[in-house]
């Protein structure tokens, strides 16, 4: 994949913290920018993925109370570990 230049500017402690981080791996303070950034960007798209997961889910209907989740998460660790909640609300649908 081609590349093109791209400007942006850092505050002069991050700029100084790259070209440490990248003479420690010996390599270029703008590879470690570009895999930062891939990385970064990476991390929004799982992160959008699960919402959206979350949010087509959550349009069918099914929902787990807040209590039955704070009674199974407050069981953790104890001897009376309850099983993991299943959905106990059930809106009617309009």
């Known amino acids: 994949m081609a590349s093109t230049p791209y400007s942006i500017r850092l505050d002069e402690d991050l700029r100084k913290a790259l070209e440490i981080e990248a003479e420690i791996e010996d390599r270029p303070p703008a590879q470690l920018a570009v895999r930062a950034i891939r990385a970064m960007l990476e991390a929004k798209a799982t992160k959008r993925a699960a919402i959206d997961t979350a949010l087509a889910q959550a349009n069918e209907g099914h929902f787990v109370s807040g209590e039955a989740m704070n009674a199974w ?9 309850l099983p993991m909640p299943k959905a106990d609300i059930f809106p009617a649908r309009g």
């Open 73 to 81: 998460v407050d069981s953790w660790d104890t001897d009376a570990e």
